[in-house]
T-cell receptor
Framework: EPEVTQTPSHQVTQMGQEVILRCVPI?????FYWYRQILGQKVEFLVS????????KSEIFDDQFSVERPDGSNFTLKIRSTKLEDSAMYFC????????????FGPGTRLTVT | AQKVTQAQTEISVVEKEDVTLDCVYE???????LFWYKQPPSGELVFLIR??????QNEISGRYSWNFQKSTSSFNFTITASQVVDSAVYFC?????????????FGAGTTVTVRA
């Protein structure tokens, strides 16, 4: 099963700071997704990214969030000015060109905003 | 709008017991995909199964089995002869392939605790 890696595994930041979460998928992936899971809650869709553009975004994905694929491989999620409520596990997922509706998730980045 | 309901928040069983996790979904579409994911205490999301709406055959994989009943909009998951390593949160999810991006809508999850 192709892997997705995410860095860092855990990030602690102060409220108001910018954070960048990184996802490194395998090159034949077309669809990329970010999901968020607040501790003890369900996994929520944030944004999807296809062909280097945002395909769809949820209500959670406001102007504080942005995604990009700056170098054609890494896929990043930036939170411009973190809030306490941004503390969560952030998962990157990918779909392949052969099976894009079957999403495999990375190990997640735990973001703690203090 | 799509919705996934996992009414059981927690289930606790003794090792070797069977456990069935319920999942009920809502969608207006005739074509869709259903998934189960496992989230062990380490936190990652592990893909278990995908089922499309046209395939109502039940599936068995080792100790895992899935019962898809389109008539009742349910996609239940059974772990037979549970083991301590099965302790995890299990999520049911729904994907609409006609949306632009196949994003997943997750249920709230069911926490399974298997006691030795």
């Amino acid at each position: 099963e192709p892997e997705v890696t995410q860095t860092p595994s855990h990030q602690v930041t102060q409220m108001g700071q910018e954070v960048i979460l990184r996802c490194v998928p395998i090159s034949n992936h077309l669809y990329f997704y970010w999901y968020r899971q607040i501790l003890g809650q369900k996994v929520e869709f944030l944004v999807s990214f296809y062909n280097n553009e945002i395909s769809e975004k949820s209500e959670i994905f406001d102007d504080q969030f942005s995604v990009e694929r700056p170098d054609g491989s890494n896929f990043t999620l930036k939170i411009r000015s973190t809030k306490l409520e941004d503390s969560a596990m952030y998962f990157c997922a990918r779909g392949t060109s052969q099976d894009y509706y079957e999403q495999y998730f990375g190990p997640g980045t735990r973001l703690t905003v203090t | 709008a799509q919705k996934v309901t996992q009414a059981q928040t927690e289930i606790s069983v003794v090792e070797k017991e069977d456990v069935t996790l319920d999942c009920v979904y809502e969608t207006r579409d005739t074509t869709y995909y259903l998934f189960w994911y496992k989230q062990p205490p380490s936190g990652e999301l592990v893909f278990l199964i995908r089922r499309n709406s046209f395939d109502e055959q039940n599936e068995i994989s080792g100790r895992y089995s899935w019962n898809f009943q389109k008539s009742t909009s349910s996609f239940n998951f059974t772990i037979t002869a549970s083991q301590v390593v099965d302790s995890a949160v299990y999520f049911c999810a729904l994907s609409d392939p006609r949306s632009n991006d196949y994003k997943l809508s997750f249920g709230a999850g069911t926490t399974v605790t298997v006691r030795a």
